[in-house]
């Protein structure tokens, strides 16, 4: 609304500005990298895929009012640069830069007058940004025994596997897993026998496994996933056929593999990777081509590898990993040395420092997989005792390891496992 005030029961007078629950919002989301913008409207500017150039009114009046918002909380990773075409913006002229980069925040722009031109009036950030629920149920899938096997077992939201599911794609082993989505989970890479790949295949939240989907990046197994940023997932390192490397690839939110991305770290095979502090990821130990490694790589919620941090624990070779808790903690445990097994545990806390060694429980084993479950807790299966082994152990909240849980399903090596479904 706009217009003059003659008289009310105050005997105030001025000029009303028009308000923000006044504006037309222009219904049609910004998703292009440039947008020119009208007084009296309010825009959702949408900076998933790329940043966004604003060119405001080349003419205004004092109380025109232009309302923008972060309409996906992206601003802070793509920003929004104003162009305030020709007229000042606080006072300074258009050749001054203004940028927003933060995230979940909305600009309410008001003009005042030819000095100080477009003025803000607020610039509020929305910081009780919604929160997914945790995954509530998990797999495991593939392995090797005998020969590479494709076989899934579910785990319902207490922990218990079911028995085995025939297995839907190429058998492998060695391969990644990470939830993708909030509620649904990936399959990526491994060695079907003879060769490696990069295949994957896409998990719906009802826990049913896709066929096959042509691979992207240099295939190869033993690697690591996990989840980064709430929704994507990270696949790095592992062995190529000739070298142990550092290459990672970046899963997007709707489980699109990326492009290999340039190695960062010590090159290794057999290292293991889980999500932390809700929204990051880390990668640690592993073998490389002199020994076994202790070493970690924390990941940014942006899917940046960062270098080595010194090692802590027993260095050793595919550990199982899992989140637990609800303040963004997570475990490594199990995993093999050369000539020795061990079923020690290290503790990751919220802002990725892993925990010297503790003790751990169950049977020691490598070439294991584990995977977080019924919202706040984890389990570790499967692996390796001399021999391919099924047994399970759960992880409890508090980030305990349980006893030796009776095996179910197809005894094998290498499988791999992640977390699925918002539903208990």
Request: aromatic letters at 8%; proline letters at 2%.
């Amino acid at each position: 609304m706009s217009g003059t005030i003659g008289s009310n029961i105050l005997s105030h007078s001025g000029t009303v500005a028009e308000t923000a629950a006044g504006l037309n919002w222009v219904s049609d989301v910004v998703t292009a990298s440039t947008v020119t913008v009208e007084s009296g409207n309010g825009y959702w500017i949408n900076t998933t895929s790329n940043a966004c150039t604003i060119t405001l009114p080349a003419s205004a009046e004092a109380g025109d009012n232009i309302v923008i918002v972060d309409f996906a909380r992206t601003w802070g990773t793509n920003n929004v640069t104003l162009d305030s075409n020709g007229l000042n913006f606080q006072g300074n002229p258009d050749t001054y830069t203004v940028e927003y980069t933060t995230s979940g925040q909305s600009v309410n722009l008001i003009y005042s007058d030819a000095t100080k031109g477009w003025i803000p009036l607020e610039d509020d950030v929305v910081a009780d940004e919604p929160v997914a629920p945790p995954t509530q149920r998990a797999l495991f899938a593939y392995g090797l025994n005998g020969g590479v096997q494709s076989v899934k077992n579910l785990v319902n939201s207490s922990g218990v596997i079911a028995t085995d599911v025939t297995g839907v794609g190429t058998a492998r082993y060695g391969l990644g897993a990470a939830t993708y989505g909030g509620d649904k989970a990936v399959f990526v890479f491994g060695q079907d026998g003879s060769n490696n790949v990069n295949t994957k295949n896409l998990v719906s939240n009802e826990g049913v496994v896709a066929a096959d989907a042509t691979g992207v990046g240099t295939a190869r197994h033993v690697g690591a996933a996990a989840e980064y940023g709430g929704d994507k997932a990270i696949y790095a390192y592992g062995y190529d056929g000739s070298n142990f490397v550092s290459t990672s690839n970046l899963i997007s939110n709707i489980g699109v593999v990326g492009s290999d991305v340039s190695g960062v770290g010590t090159t290794r095979q057999q290292a293991a990777a889980v999500g932390y502090g809700t929204d990051k990821a880390i990668f640690a130990y592993g073998d490389t081509s002199g020994g076994n490694f202790n070493g970690s790589n924390l990941v940014t919620n942006l899917g940046v590898v960062g270098t080595d941090v010194t090692g802590v624990g027993t260095a050793r070779r595919r550990p199982a990993t899992s989140t637990y808790g609800s303040s963004g903690t997570a475990i490594f445990c199990f995993g093999g040395r050369s000539g020795s097994l061990t079923n020690v545990r290290n503790l990751v806390s919220s802002s990725g420092v892993v925990a010297s060694d503790a003790s751990g429980a169950g049977t020691a084993r490598e070439q294991i997989s584990g995977t977080n479950y019924g919202g706040d807790k984890g389990i570790a299966g499967y692996g390796s005792a001399g021999g391919a082994t099924n047994i399970s152990n759960l992880i409890n909240s508090s980030g305990v390891v349980g006893s030796d849980v009776t095996g179910v399903g197809t005894s094998r090596v290498m499988p791999s496992a992640a977390g699925y479904s918002f539903s208990a």
